[in-house]
């Protein structure tokens, strides 16, 4: 009898000898029966904390496999004399992965001239080639709709799908979507395919199981399993960036594959690994389907992406600028630019306004913006709650389409030219001059440009911290447009008076509109 069962045990006989007007046998009984409930109760606690752990992915993995595809496209390269072959170029040659002990030697067997034949290809006569690249993708419709990384077929000549069974289909391109990295595929078959549905990744966990299905390093098939790691992730990939991370094993080939959870269902589209190696060390990212859906219906139905558009440019509000513009933390988007004659211009949004709530939902931080609005259906009116001097508002804004050319969020521009000293006011480390036909041309500022010219930056300042450069103009501080050096020193002054430990300045770039907080100590 185990600790744990003793003790059961010893609970069981206190509560058997609490009984009263028990005769002995009776007891026994009573106790004996206690102390089997216990156990009972023991075993169903264990059973169900084992039912909550898979003890294979056996059944899983033979259920969703036929549905997952290996692609593999072929693109014409132009080989010259003194151009290595790229990998994958020679279908007919063995392929060792990627960082593998083997590939030096595979390279050094299959490089070295052999007497009396010509040179490997690449090193004779130019002559044109085919580049080869593999990845993964899964069946959704069993009339043959293909999902995959849009990187996977990216200038491909060709693209073909093989199935589980190695029967191989050509496949024709509806559509792909650079900004999600998605592409949809459609391939034509004689009986209808095997196919896999979409899940709520929205419902989904940190440290929930999931399963990896793909074709890494052009091997087939393969299935690894793991949990979700961590939710909404930003690797800079682009600018509706929410990924689901995971430590199942995805590695090259791994791109375009699904990522399931235990009831089947796809959550994620395997996109990207973090690696200093090249191979998996735990760390993959999936687009999850909550994006991705919604984009393939789109590249379904119009062979592109529609996306919402609120016309603003929009920037991270920093604890600085929350405390400038007495929000009560860092949350929503920045508008440092309204477009003019855009959806936001019509609906009321201000340059200024911190955006907090998009369509009754909130605007976490800057990136979530673009994600919420781009989701959103073109011509739907929302209602958008703005933080301004020092209130809360709600305007109403009729949703338009983003041109492909628009950019979601404000870019750092380039530095205009320097020039030497110019004397003027100095505020916080700011030589500041008002801007006169001499300081245009120093500084090559646009004749549209209005405000307050800075010529200086103390290197030890903290506009030279947050990037303010010689050239840049003040066109606001604290909300409110600046004509000289002097108004620029009197509403910082009061800003100071005032007990606020930053003051927020609009300043402008190379015709680019950005707001800063600078440090008032």
Same mark, same amino acid.
């Given at each position: 009898?185990? $600790? ?10 206190? !509560? ?21 409930? +216990? ?13 909550? !752990? ?40 063995? $392929? ?8 030096? %030697? ?16 690449? !090193? ?20 043959? =709709? ?12 060709? =693209?073909?799908?093989? %199935? ?80 689901? $991370?995971?430590?199942?094993? =995805? ?117 979530? %913006?673009? *994600? ?37 969020? %404000? ?23 008002? =801007?006169?036909?001499?300081? *245009? ?52 002054? +009061?800003? !100071? ?25």
């Amino acid at each position: 009898m185990n $600790q744990r069962t003793y003790g059961h045990a010893a609970a069981t006989r206190a !509560r058997a000898r609490a009984v009263p007007n028990l005769t002995d046998g009776a007891r026994r009984w009573l106790f004996a029966g206690l102390l089997l409930a +216990a156990m009972l109760l023991g075993l169903a606690g264990t059973a169900l904390a084992q039912a909550n !752990r898979p003890a294979s992915f056996a059944d899983l993995a033979e259920k969703l496999s036929p549905a997952v595809v290996n692609v593999s496209t072929s693109q014409g390269v132009q080989m010259s004399s003194d151009t290595p072959a790229p990998r994958g170029a020679q279908p007919d040659r063995p $392929q060792a992965p990627p960082g593998s002990p083997f590939e030096d %030697l595979f390279k050094d067997f299959f490089d070295r001239p052999t007497p009396g034949l010509p040179g490997p290809p690449g !090193r004779g006569a130019p002559s044109p080639r085919r580049a080869q690249s593999l990845g993964s993708g899964f069946i959704i419709d069993a009339k043959g =709709i293909v999902v995959t990384n849009a990187h996977v077929i990216a200038d491909a000549d060709t =693209i073909s799908v093989t %199935l589980q069974d190695n029967t191989t289909l050509q496949a024709e391109l509806i559509g792909r979507d650079a900004k999600t990295d998605i592409a949809v595929l459609r391939v034509k078959s004689d009986k209808p395919l095997p196919f896999v549905k979409w899940g709520d990744a929205d419902k989904s966990r940190v440290g929930d199981w999931v399963l990896a299905i793909g074709n890494p390093f052009g091997l087939g098939g393969s299935v690894t399993a793991g949990i979700i790691s961590a939710r909404g992730r930003n690797i800079n990939a682009g600018p509706y960036d929410n990924f689901i $991370q995971t430590d199942a094993s =995805i590695n090259r080939g791994n791109s375009g594959g699904p990522l399931f959870n235990l009831d089947g269902e796809v959550i994620g589209i395997n996109t990207a690994i973090f690696s200093p190696s090249g191979g998996s060390v735990g760390i993959g990212f999936s687009v999850p389907a909550n994006l991705a859906r919604p984009t393939v219906d789109q590249l379904l139905e119009f062979g592109r992406t529609r996306r919402g558009w609120l016309g603003v440019q929009i920037q991270t509000v920093t604890d600085e600028i929350a405390e400038s513009v007495s929000l009560d933390r860092a949350r929503g988007a920045l508008v440092s630019k309204v477009t003019e004659g855009g959806p936001a211009e019509k609906g009321g949004v201000e340059q200024g306004d911190v955006v907090t709530d998009f369509d009754n939902k909130p605007v976490t931080d800057m990136r979530a %913006l673009p *994600r919420l609005v781009a989701e959103t259906p073109i011509n739907k009116e929302v209602d958008v709650k703005v933080w301004r001097k020092g209130q809360s508002r709600t305007v109403k804004i009729k949703v338009g389409e983003l041109d492909e050319t628009e950019t979601a969020s %404000l870019t750092t521009p380039s530095a205009p030219g320097g020039g030497g000293p110019v004397a003027g006011e100095t505020v916080l480390g700011m030589k500041l001059t008002p =801007i006169t036909p001499e300081i *245009r041309r120093q500084f090559e500022i646009g004749e549209a440009s209005k405000g307050v010219a800075i010529t200086e930056v103390a290197g030890d300042s903290a506009a030279a911290e947050r990037g303010i450069r010689p050239g840049d103009v003040v066109v606001e501080v604290s909300q409110e447009e600046v004509k000289s050096p002097a108004e620029v020193s009197a509403k910082i002054e +009061a800003v !100071r008076k005032s007990g606020r430990k930053s003051v927020l300045l609009l300043v402008e770039r190379g015709g680019e509109l950005r707001f800063v907080a600078l440090r008032l100590s």
